[in-house]
């Protein structure tokens, strides 16, 4: 068994997509842009590091999952009224 198989499908999804969503909002407010892109490069330093300290377990599955998210380009921010 995976550790990707101890969790729905539903939950896993809101594992994978969790990081790249907290990334986003911290870039958002960092200020001017070219803030803002070092905020999401530190984030994919830190995803790489984390998928190389964690390959076998759990946040290594989900680091992997999250890398290929980013490797396949991120889906539009939601509106923001969708979250009230």
Do not use: C, K, Y
Not at 5 to 29: G, K
Not at 40 to 47: C, I, M, N, S
Not at 55 to 64: C, E, N, Q, R, T
């Amino acid at each position: 068994m995976s550790e990707r198989d101890a969790f729905t499908p539903e939950q896993w999804q809101a594992l994978v997509e969790a990081p790249p969503a907290i990334a986003r909002a911290v870039a958002s407010v960092a200020g001017s842009p070219a803030q803002s892109a070092n905020e999401l490069g530190a984030f994919l330093e830190l995803v790489d590091r984390a998928a190389a300290d964690d390959a076998g377990g759990i946040l290594g599955a989900i680091v992997g999952d999250v890398h290929g998210r980013l490797a396949g380009g991120l889906p539009p921010e939601p509106l923001e009224d969708e979250f009230m």
